[in-house]
Each structure stands twice: as structure tokens, then as C-alpha cells.
């Protein structure tokens, strides 16, 4: 083999594992947009699940009556084994396909934590009450390296 031949040998290997190194990268970072859009949506359902709950009447499975029951932000009893989420552990965690999510209750709020360590998602959402406009996504960090545990 000549020397041009090795040359271009060596340029084709070294362009070909460039090429192969970026793939992997965007597929990465394309994996972690959609844990990303997924763990929202996850939210967003978890959110509208615990606003149904709120506004069923207590026969139904809903938030008890109460003084708490006529505050829009008040979402005091409500844990995932009351939305249908998760069987066994703590009521107020529930670990699912896309992450891991809990409830934290705030002053006149109620919060989701959801987060996916091997994909360094979090997003925080806090409702405030039963209607659309109430529900807000507090922080967010993507593809960062986040505990999960705190």
C-alpha cells in the first residue's frame, strides 16, 4: 500500500469515529429533552388527577368536607395512593417508568418534585388552586446532576 492510501485509510477512520462520537452525544442529549418533556407531562398529569380529586365529592373517592374543602388551595389528605398512584411505600412518593415524583405541601399550595437521576432532570410544580392558570412550574434544570433524594 502506498503512502496516500494510508493516509486517506487513517483520515476515513478518524472522520468515521468523529462522526460516531457525535451521534452518540445527540442521541444523549435527545434522550434527555424527552425524559424532560416526559417528566412534565408527568406533572401536569399528576396535577390534574389531584385537582379531580379536589372537586369530587367525598362519597366519590374526593378531599373530605371541611374548612379545608372550600379553600381552592387547600389539598390537605391528598397522597398518591388517594390519585391511584403506587401501592406500597410512602403515600407521598411514588416512583414511576419516567422518575421519581413527590408531594410536598406548601403554604397555600401544593407541590410536585419530579426528578430522573440518570437523565439529571427536576422540575417543581406548585398548584394553587382548581383552575388552569393556577397550576406553575416553579424551577426546572435539564441535564443537570441532580439528587434525587432531598
Avoid: H
Avoid at 84 to 113: C, I, Q, S
Amino acid at each position: 500500500m502506498g503512502q496516500q492510501q494510508l493516509i486517506l485509510l487513517v483520515l476515513t477512520l478518524v472522520i468515521v469515529g468523529l462522526a460516531i462520537i457525535m451521534g452518540i452525544r445527540a442521541f444523549r442529549e435527545n434522550s434527555t429533552r424527552a425524559n424532560a418533556d416526559v417528566l412534565v407531562q408527568d406533572v401536569f398529569e399528576i396535577a390534574k388527577d389531584a385537582i379531580a380529586w379536589k372537586l369530587s365529592p367525598a362519597q366519590f373517592g374526593g378531599q373530605k368536607d371541611g374548612s379545608c374543602k372550600a379553600s381552592p388551595s387547600c389539598f390537605q389528605g391528598l397522597n398518591f395512593r388517594k390519585l391511584g398512584y403506587g401501592e406500597k411505600g410512602n403515600p407521598f412518593r411514588y416512583e414511576g417508568p419516567d422518575g421519581t415524583f413527590r408531594l410536598v405541601e406548601r403554604k397555600d399550595a401544593l407541590g410536585v418534585k419530579a426528578c430522573n437521576t440518570r437523565n439529571g432532570n427536576k422540575f417543581i410544580v406548585e398548584f394553587r388552586g382548581v383552575d388552569p392558570d393556577s397550576i406553575i412550574l416553579v424551577a426546572s434544570a435539564i441535564g443537570t446532576d441532580y439528587d434525587c433524594t432531598g
